[in-house]
């Protein structure tokens, strides 16, 4: 059951975590190089998350628990369809705080792979403060996998509610080496033991090669390899989600679905960050701008939900889609599970990003999206069904 924080509480929450936490962490280099203040929000969430006292206590805070919210996603049991989406939390530090105290339904993990990997140049992480977004370049930095199974064994599949996706890859080395499907496929193989289920990374734009992964006969051998090892014994031992580019076209889309789905895919996330000229060229006049990298966050909303839109025209209700691209608040939530006709919807960038940063993120998207489902007279998420594709004007509005 979560605390009664009245609302005037609850803001005096976001103004502290706005004005005093968030210029906190993005003091000094942090000011041109986001990562640093990344780090430091993930060295202070560690700690908390080590204090089962103030695990206690931010669960109470932030949680918010509503049957009507509770869902079902591939056959996971949910108690939210809000996910925070892979990167966030790469090398697995905070997954537990993320889901027990802050309230996301799924937390996806990663993208971690095989071989360890220093990413990209930094900095490598710009904040776009008129547009409302990021623009990012990583190039999938991380410890590796054999890190990445250290920490997870630590994981209490029983005591969590939340589901756990593990993001897998290859890294640059394994591109450079020529072995990015194997390493890819070992990757998952790896972390297989874990989690709920796998997300396969094959749409960073900043890692050479990754998006190759979705030509066609290559992603049908990645998607055949990673089908053998998460089958072992011709039983499926976590579920298979890939994660696509909002740049491919819709074709290629619809292609690379059609394999995935051949091959045991149980879910598809749409999707990751774009490159699109168009939409840099609408970004408004951010000092960051002209960064190399992927954008993230509201400049990639409408262009994520028409994806969404068209791949759930495509799938129908058979494979449910994970939804990601500027989500900042319960409409937004709203218009993906209806229009986008989405099972799960994720974010990242508003999240971190200063306007919308405070730890009752998860708890306002959800409390809104529960109060709009009973303005709408639904009873349960099941009610969605008949609503998904469909342009349904937010209960909230107004
Ligand atoms: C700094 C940063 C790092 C990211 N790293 C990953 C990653 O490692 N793996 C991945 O699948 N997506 C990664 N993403 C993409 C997000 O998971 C998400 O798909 C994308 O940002 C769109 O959602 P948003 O608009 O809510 O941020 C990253 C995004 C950002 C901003």
Partial sequence: MSLEIPQFARTGIDIAARRIVHPYLTRGEAQTDREVAHTRALDLMEAMQKNPDVMRLLKEMFV???PILQTEFAGLSLPNPLSIEAGFDKTIRVHRLLGEALGFGVVKVGTVTKIPYEGNPQPRIFDLPLSDGLINRMGFPGDGTNEAESRLREDNSRKRKNALIISVAASRISFDRGHQVTDFIDAALQMRKYGDGIEGNVSSPNTRGVTGLQQTEVFQDL???VREVLTPNGT??????YKY??????????????IAIDNG???LTYGNITTDPQIRAGLANDTHREEMGGISGRPLKERALEISHNMYSYLGEGTPISFAGGIANAED??????????RIVGVYSAF???NTFTPNFAFYVLRDLAKAMRMARMSSMQDFKDLRGKKVPYPLKG
């Fill in 64 to 66: 918010f628990e509503d």
């Fill in 245 to 258: 580019s909002p740049d491919l076209d819709q074709d290629t889309r619809e292609k690379v679905a059609t």
């Fill in 265 to 267: 895919a149980d879910a």
């Fill in 223 to 225: 998607s055949a390899g």
């Fill in 236 to 241: 499926k031992v976590k579920l298979i989600i």
């Fill in 333 to 342: 939530v709203w218009n993906a599970l209806t229009y986008g006709g989405a």
């Fill in 352 to 354: 971190v990003r200063p």
